[in-house]
């Protein structure tokens, strides 16, 4: 297996993994100040199960509203556009990967669990630095993996190889992929995000989050709160990145956050107040 042919194949394949032009529309709409309430409404209502997702989560306990939110402009107005495209891209993947078979050996339950994990815990990294991106890393966080479900969705024999190895070796899938792909599922997972036409301030964390210190400067923070977010995902056990290991934080990650272990034990130590939420979200994408 060769790198260029898997890149070749993201790039130009018409059958890989799309996403609906609808979440580009929404993107682009969340992005243009002259776009109203109403608009986005008009766009996303053509979407009936992104609808459905938007609704759900907005009167679930994950944003705790007391109003019943029953429209998609009431949702937008009391959730935000941040918060609204994010869930459109949630479960616009979701469904996206839903469509395709999974392997028996890898479970997408606990793949999906470890994303929204890690997107929740991203959260509480970023409000206890004061950064205000909170939605942009909530969704690096969930998609930070995405490489790992598109080599299992469409290098099915091969995939397989991997969680072998992951078994017999007890190596981490990281490596495994590296042997067997010759590429890693953070490096496919930035192409696969730039095929769909995701901005920057997504492509590069997720396709840098394990190697933080060459990820663009302006976008390191929020690799290196992915890093840090997988390090206490797994400590708490919520569900699986493929294999059991707890990698080591690189030093780096911890610098470019200007945070220390005990700040790492003080943010893992609020991960137990969010397991409800992650599990809410869960059940609403599922
Ligand atoms: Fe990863
Ligand atoms: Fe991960």
């Not at 109003?67 to 495209?85: C, D, M, P, Q, Y």
């Not at 010759?182 to 995701?198: A, C, I, Y």
């Amino acid at each position: 297996m060769d790198k260029q042919d898997i890149m070749f194949a993201i790039m130009n394949v018409e059958e890989f993994p799309t996403l609906p032009q609808i979440i580009t529309k929404i993107i682009d709409a969340c992005e243009d100040e002259q776009v109203t309430v109403d608009d986005l409404a008009k766009i996303i209502s053509n979407d009936p199960s992104i609808c459905a997702r938007i609704l759900k989560l907005a009167n679930s306990a994950y944003y705790g509203y007391l109003r019943k939110v029953n429209t998609i402009s009431k949702a937008i107005t009391i959730l935000g556009f941040e918060t609204i495209k994010t869930l459109s891209i949630s479960a616009s993947v979701f469904d996206s990967f839903k469509k395709i078979r999974s392997n028996y050996n890898f479970n997408r339950c606990q793949f999906w669990l470890h994303s929204i994990g890690t997107a929740t815990i991203c959260k509480v990294i970023c409000r206890h630095i004061h950064n205000h991106d909170v939605e942009v890393v909530f969704l690096v966080g969930l998609l930070h993996d995405i490489g790992k479900l598109f080599f299992e969705s469409y290098y099915e024999p091969q995939f397989e190889e991997v969680m072998k190895l992951v078994t017999v070796n007890r190596c981490s899938i990281y490596d495994a992929e590296s042997q067997v792909f010759g590429v890693t599922h953070d490096e496919v997972g930035g192409w696969l995000t730039e095929r769909w036409k995701f901005p920057l301030d997504l492509v590069n964390p997720i396709q840098y989050h394990h190697d933080v210190k060459s990820c663009p400067e302006e976008y390191a923070q929020f690799a290196a709160m992915v890093q840090v977010a997988d390090h206490i995902c797994r400590i708490h056990n919520i569900g699986s990145g493929g294999d059991n290991l707890i990698p080591q934080i690189d030093p780096a990650a911890l610098e470019i956050l200007g945070l220390t272990m005990q700040d790492v034990d003080d943010i893992s130590n609020k991960v137990t107040d969010e397991k409800e939420n992650i599990f809410t979200f869960m059940a609403i994408m599922d």
